[in-house]
């Protein structure tokens, strides 16, 4: 059974940071990727960054470019992302999902129709 737990988020300045973390089970990183994505009140949710390891593969949206980080931990089958630089728009609330990740695109369609909880990001100004 596909699980997967984030955490991580909680309220911090603009400017700020946060890591968050996706602790997947029932299946293992090295057979497939995971996505973060994020919905704010009002919107639809997007997607902000993908990463499949075994192939080296990391895709950023152009909001989270040079300021996020997406990296796994394959051996605890966990994915980060490190958020640096935040600002009050990047408030939301971030999921992990199993995707399709590819190469120099923020296209990750979903493999799963399975969210996790999803954790809290809020930035104040």
């Known amino acids: 059974e596909v699980q997967l737990v984030e955490s991580g988020g909680g309220l911090v300045q603009a400017g700020g940071s946060l890591r968050l973390s996706c602790v997947a089970s029932?299946?293992?990183?090295?057979?497939?990727?995971i996505g973060w994505f994020r919905q704010a009140p009002g919107k639809e949710r997007e997607g902000v960054s993908c990463i499949y390891s075994p192939d080296d593969i990391t895709s950023y949206a152009d909001s989270a470019k040079g300021r996020f980080t997406i990296s796994s931990d394959n051996v605890k089958n966990t994915v980060y992302l490190q958020m640096n630089g935040l600002k009050p728009e990047d408030t939301a609330v971030y999921y992990c999902?199993?995707?399709?990740?590819?190469?120099?695109?923020?296209?990750?369609?979903?493999?799963?129709?399975?969210w996790g909880q999803g954790t809290q990001v809020t930035v104040s100004s």
């Open positions: 029932g299946f293992t990183l090295d057979d497939y990727a």
């Open positions: 999902a199993v995707v399709t990740c590819f190469r120099g695109s923020d296209y990750m369609p979903r493999r799963f129709d399975y």
